[in-house]
């Protein structure tokens, strides 16, 4: 259409005379049939770049001469995002200003986003999400609907409502991607490792590269001089994955510890054992000392804990009654991420506070915990103090996930109420802090910007933790339900052990739907879910919780990860659960399942 239109009709005429033909062609829908490419660059949770291919030593020729070998591949399909509450947005504009009610995990990125759509400064869109509801990554990209929901308020000129159904939740936002990972270990028959070969690959969409840190635990996590790590994407005709509850190690780890497990089976040598006689003393891959690693710790306390040396080796050895019995364990891991934040601390005359900052809240606490860290700071009690969160108006804050929120926005909490503490104590003359804002007449304010040094140069830093689980399947039906999980963490300073072990329950609840439940079957004709609702996606309920869910926190002071000195747990709750479910079902059953998840079709 050329020239100015100065109503629609003349374009909805000429719109007519528009013909679209479509040249067919053949989609790539079935992972198996796709052909990985190499990553332009696999991500961090930070955002930092590593190589998609690795390689120290020499691990094809130490396979070759290892005297016992494990070679096997394991495939864990997609997973969706099944939150409670569903993917909305309310849209209203005041002129050339919008103001978007959101589920994210990310306001300020919300608005950044948008403004870039709509050609209009950030500044003029507000975003508020104080309540997301459960998200595990889910709010982490400004999806479509969001747009949406913008334009058809600016068409209506009025507020507009915009609610994904359940069904569409499987097509409007992302997803854990389909993962395929051949892992081979070599070792000498006393149990050291001499190669880890790593080759994994996941699913993307054919117009945009998601690329995940699939492989990132295998470089360091076991002490191995032969090492050599291959990550890859697959373009299809999909939509984009996304990032889920631990992106990228809880599915590297699933291979990772899986293949340990076998290989603690062909050796012949206790699980627990074979990862002791293999525990690094720094990072072999980054060739960095560990800011702190508390793995020996783990194992311990949680074997104990657990009763595992009551554990008969052999497989489908342990029964009650008509059931199986069978005891398993995994290693796990997550990166301590620390990423730049700004907070304002405001101290009252009424000898009140209130600190702000942009953050999210999805469920881990982080109203609680911020409270808890500005009451400590200021030396108020925490009724005083008021946390506010969740608008674009607040000062600027992190991504809410990768378990950085403590770390960053908690650190910057920290450092604006020293600020505003030693700044009200100089202007109202007293050693006191109450007795110093009850002499200023006007509330006194601080603001800080924290990121993070060149700690991340001289440490590897990553939070460890040890899982335990028995798990019981019925000899005739190949129902298997796991009983008990006992999980050792080391992760810093607990802020708040209360929150702190609901993350950690709800992260092991999330393994047992990975393990046992959790596939979204793709039809490989039109790429569709079928099986894209509750009825049919299974999910843990209550009835799947085991009645044991026991959780121990290894006492760690680390200084050098951030000023808090935590590492964050939201993340790690989840990566280890999975491959320690199956090694428990193999204990059980004596049947190796190497593709999740594990139904009864698979065991009888």
């Known amino acids: 259409v050329t020239g100015v239109q100065t109503c629609a009709l003349p374009i909805l005429l000429t719109a007519t005379l528009v013909r679209v033909t479509y040249a067919p062609e053949a989609a790539t829908t079935d992972i198996s049939r796709a052909e990985p490419v190499d990553p332009t660059g696999e991500k961090t949770d930070q955002g930092e770049t590593l190589p998609h291919e690795t390689r120290r030593g020499d691990p094809d020729a130490a396979l070759a001469a290892a005297e016992v070998k494990v070679d096997q591949t394991y495939v864990i399909p997609r997973e969706n995002h099944n939150p409670i509450e569903m993917h909305a947005t309310i849209a209203a504009w005041d002129g050339d200003r919008l103001t978007l009610w959101d589920k994210t995990q990310w306001v300020h990125n919300t608005a950044d986003e948008i403004a870039a759509v709509f050609g209009i400064p950030a500044e003029n869109i507000r975003v508020v999400s104080p309540f997301v509801g459960g ?89 191995c001089p032969n090492v050599y790590t291959r990550h890859r994407i697959a373009p299809m005709n999909v939509h984009t994955p996304t990032y889920m509850r631990a992106p990228g190690e809880v599915s590297g780890i699933f291979a990772l510890e899986s ?22 003393e720094r990072d072999e891959f980054m060739r960095l000392p560990f800011s702190s690693r508390s793995t020996r710790e783990c194992y311990r306390l949680a074997a104990e804990r657990f009763g595992w040396s009551r554990r008969n080796p052999e497989p489908r050895s342990m029964r009650d009654g008509r059931w199986l019995i069978g ?29 702000m900052s942009a953050s999210s809240d999805m469920g881990p606490g982080t109203w609680t915990s911020m409270t808890q860290v500005a009451a400590e700071t200021l030396g108020l009690p925490i009724e005083r103090v008021k946390f506010i969160l969740g608008d674009t108006r607040l000062p600027r804050a992190p991504v809410h996930g990768g378990s950085m929120t403590m770390a960053s926005v908690g650190s910057a909490v920290q450092a604006a109420c020293r600020r505003a503490r030693e700044d009200a104590l100089a202007r109202g003359g007293a050693n006191d802090l109450a007795d110093a804002i009850r002499r200023l007449s006007q509330p006194v304010e601080a603001s800080a910007d924290v990121q993070p040094g060149d700690e991340s140069q001289r ?55 990975m393990a046992l439940m959790e596939h979204s079957v793709v039809d490989a004709r039109n790429g569709r879910v079928p099986n894209a609702n509750f009825a049919e996606y299974a999910v843990p309920v209550h009835a799947d919780a085991p009645p044991v869910m026991d959780v121990i926190f290894v006492e760690e002071h680390d200084p050098h990860v951030n000023p808090l000195g935590v590492k964050g747990v939201g993340e790690i709750a989840l990566v280890g659960v999975a491959p320690a479910i199956t090694s428990a079902v ?19």
């Open 259 to 280: 293949a340990m497990d076998e290989l603690a089976v062909a050796l012949n040598i206790d699980p627990v054992e074979l990862r002791l006689r293999n525990e690094p």
């Open 459 to 513: 440490f590897s830093m990553h939070a460890f933790g040890a899982l335990f689980v028995e798990v019981a399947v019925d000899a005739d039906l190949g129902e298997a339900r796991v009983r008990r999980i006992v999980g050792a963490y080391g992760a810093g300073r607990i802020v708040n052990p209360k929150t702190t072990r609901s993350q950690c329950i709800g992260g092991m609840i999330g393994g047992i739907g």
């Open 327 to 355: 005891w398993g364990m995994a290693t796990a891991t997550y990166p301590m991420n620390y990423a730049p934040a700004s907070a304002t601390a405001r101290l009252l005359p009424d000898g009140t506070a209130e600190v």
């Open 586 to 604: 193999f204990h059980a059953t004596g049947k190796r399942i190497r593709e999740l998840p594990v139904t009864p079709d698979k065991l009888l």
């Open 135 to 223: 998200a595990f990554g889910s709010g982490l990209r400004t999806w479509p609907h969001v747009t949406l929901a913008a334009l058809g308020a600016r068409v209506a000129r009025r507020p507009v409502k915009l609610m994904l159904s359940r069904r569409e939740m499987y097509y409007g936002i992302g997803y854990r991607p389909h993962t395929v990972q051949r892992v081979a270990l070599g070792a000498s028959r006393d149990g050291r490792l001499g190669a880890i070969v790593h080759d994994g690959y996941q699913e993307t969409s054919a117009y945009e590269e998601f690329s995940e840190a699939l492989l990132d635990a295998s470089r360091f996590l076991h002490s």
